[in-house]
């Protein structure tokens, strides 16, 4: 089971974004997938979690939306109104169980988020 995330670039404050993640590999069940963020200087953090929406980071509330395609097993961040402070590198994660019943969690590579004008 791999993750490969995508969708990253460069955006001015206020403008828009979309996170991709794709699950590859012989899939059985999805536990769950988070988004998570790394500023420089800073500890990796939680921005959403697709099965518990009461984890979603205070800071992106009302902006980021966490969602799923369940038959191609994309996770998605839409992003809007982006501010500097969001400028990271934004991570997916999978508690994935594939086909012969083994548990898989797994971090795809970051994709760089850059806020700035």
């Known amino acids: 089971v791999q993750l490969q995330a995508s969708g990253g670039g460069l955006v001015e404050p206020g403008g828009s974004l979309r996170l991709s993640c794709a699950a590859s590999?012989?899939?059985?069940?999805?536990?769950?997938m988070t988004w998570s963020r790394q500023a420089p200087g800073k500890e990796r953090e939680l921005v959403a979690d697709?099965?518990?929406?009461?984890a979603t980071n205070d800071a992106v509330k009302g902006r980021f939306t966490i969602s799923r395609d369940d038959d191609r097993n994309i996770l998605y961040l839409q992003m809007n109104d982006l501010k500097p402070e969001d400028t990271a590198v934004y991570y997916c994660?999978?508690?994935?169980?594939?086909?012969?019943?083994?548990?898989?969690?797994?971090w795809g590579r970051g994709t760089q988020v850059t806020v700035s004008s």
């Open positions: 590999g012989t899939i059985w069940i999805i536990n769950t």
């Open positions: 697709m099965h518990d929406s009461a």
């Open positions: 994660f999978g508690d994935i169980v594939d086909y012969s019943g083994h548990r898989h969690t797994t």
